[in-house]
Nanobody
Framework: QVQLVESGGGLVQAGGSLRLSCAAS????????MGWFRQAPGKEREFVADIRWSGGRTFYGASVKGRFTISRDNAKNTVYLQMNSLKPEDTAVYYC?????????????????WGQGTQVTVSS
């Protein structure tokens, strides 16, 4: 089992920045692929970003590419999502997820473990 706890959400004005953190505990953190997803009311869960253990490769959803940066600190069992140039349409609950090293990118059902989510609200 892996337990994931997100933090860092809040209310920010458009154009501002937030940094989300996801602290992991339980099984060996370093071997997992870690992802961020988000879900706005009435919408499906959307892929935001993913980072692989092997080589630290990163992947981003089209709507956030160039504005968001995912990173991880395996020594601290933590993954981060730096969000810049935030827009009102970024408003959602953001979830951290962990999956096996070769997890199918961006597919929520492919990730095995999920955090409880943290709310991000961007005002116009």
């Amino acid at each position: 089992q892996v337990q994931l706890v997100e933090s860092g959400g809040g209310l920010v004005q458009a154009g501002g920045s937030l940094r989300l953190s996801c602290a992991a505990s339980g099984r060996t953190f370093g071997s997992f692929a870690m992802g961020w997803f988000r879900q706005a009311p009435g919408k499906e869960r959307e892929f935001v970003a993913d980072i692989r253990w092997s080589g630290g490769r990163t992947f981003y959803g089209a709507s956030v590419k160039g504005r968001f940066t995912i990173s991880r600190d395996n020594a601290k069992n933590t993954v981060y999502l730096q969000m810049n140039s935030l827009k009102p349409e970024d408003t959602a609950v953001y979830y951290c997820a962990a999956g096996p090293p070769g997890v199918r990118l961006g597919v929520p059902d492919a990730y095995d473990f999920w955090g409880q989510g943290t709310q991000v609200t961007v005002s116009s």
